[in-house]
C-alpha cells in the first residue's frame, strides 16, 4: 500500500509549489497601465523569471471560471455577450490581448460594446466601488481603453465580482482618444527603446511597488539576466511580433522561433542594454 505524504508535504505541494517561467511570448495589453515602463522592457526581453505557486494560479482559474457565469448573468438582464478571447494586436505585433467579449443590449441591438470580467476580494471590491476603475485598477482601466481603441468600440461594461459575497459591481467606461494614444506611445517606446527606461520610484529595491515585482532580483542586479535570444546583442526585433538574429542575417529565413529564443545559441552575448 502506498504511503501518504507527511502532511506538511502535502500542504507545500497544494498550496506553495513553485513553477518558474519565462515570461509569455507578447506583452499582455492587460499590462499597459503598468506605471513602471521598465519592468514592461524586462518583460518584453525576458529578462527575469517568474514565480507562481499552486495558489495563486488557482486564484487566476477562479477568475476564469467565473466568466461564464458573468454572461450568465448578464443574459438574464439582456445583455448579450459574444465574440470571447477575441485577439487584439497592439504595437508592431509584440502587444496582444484577448478581451473578454463584445455585447449587445436588447434595449439597442445596433451598438455593440466592450465586456470586460474582472473578481475580487472584498477589500479591493470595496475600493474599487469607493474610487472607481481608473483610480482604484488604472492597469484595468488601460487594458479597457486599449480593446476600444483597437476594436474601435464606444464604451465597455466593466463588471466585478466580489469572492467573499457574490456581489456585483458595474461601471461605464466610455472610450478616451487622448488616452488611447498615449497608450500606443507607451506601446512602441517599450519595443523600441535601445536602452533601460527609468525605475519607478525612488530608484531603490525599498520602493514599495518595487517589492510586489516579479523583476526586482534582475532590476537591481541580484540575479543574473536569463540566457535567451532575447537578452542577447545579437538581436533584432522586428514586426509583427517576431524576433530576427543578426547573426543569421544571410539566412534565408533568419526569424527565430519561440523555441529558438528560449534556447538561444553558442554565439550568445548579453544585449548592451542589460550590462
Known sequence: MALVPKKDDVEYRLNHL??????????????????????????????????IDNRISRLFGFGHMMEQQMINDLADIEIFVSGEQKEVVGAGG???????????????????FLVEFKTHNDKNFKALKKDGVRKA????????????????????????????????????IYFDE????????KEVEIITSDALLPRIGNNTASWFECKM?????????????????R????????????????IKADFINPILSSE????????????????
Request: charged share 25%; glycine share 6%.
Open 18 to 51: 513553485v513553477v518558474k517561467n519565462l515570461p509569455r511570448d507578447y506583452l499582455g495589453l492587460s499590462q499597459i497601465g503598468n506605471k513602471c515602463h521598465r519592468f514592461l522592457q524586462y518583460y518584453h526581453y525576458w529578462a527575469f523569471e517568474s514565480e
Open 94 to 112: 509584440h502587444w496582444k490581448g484577448h478581451c473578454d467579449g463584445e455585447a449587445i443590449s436588447a434595449s439597442d441591438i445596433d451598438q455593440k
Open 137 to 172: 485598477y488604472p492597469g484595468h482601466y488601460g487594458q479597457c481603453m486599449s480593446y476600444m481603441g483597437y476594436l474601435e468600440l464606444p464604451f465597455c461594461f466593466y463588471l466585478a465580482y466580489n469572492k467573499n459575497d457574490s456581489e456585483y459591481y458595474y461601471e461605464i
Open 178 to 185: 487622448e488616452a488611447f494614444s498615449e497608450y500606443k506611445r
Open 213 to 229: 515585482c516579479d523583476a526586482r532580483s534582475t532590476c537591481f542586479g541580484r540575479t543574473a539576466i536569463p540566457i535567451t535570444c
Open 231 to 246: 537578452t542577447c546583442k545579437n538581436v533584432d526585433v522586428l514586426d509583427e511580433g517576431n524576433w530576427a538574429c543578426t
Open 260 to 275: 529558438e529564443q528560449r534556447a538561444a545559441c553558442d554565439e550568445y552575448q548579453l544585449g548592451d542594454m542589460f550590462k
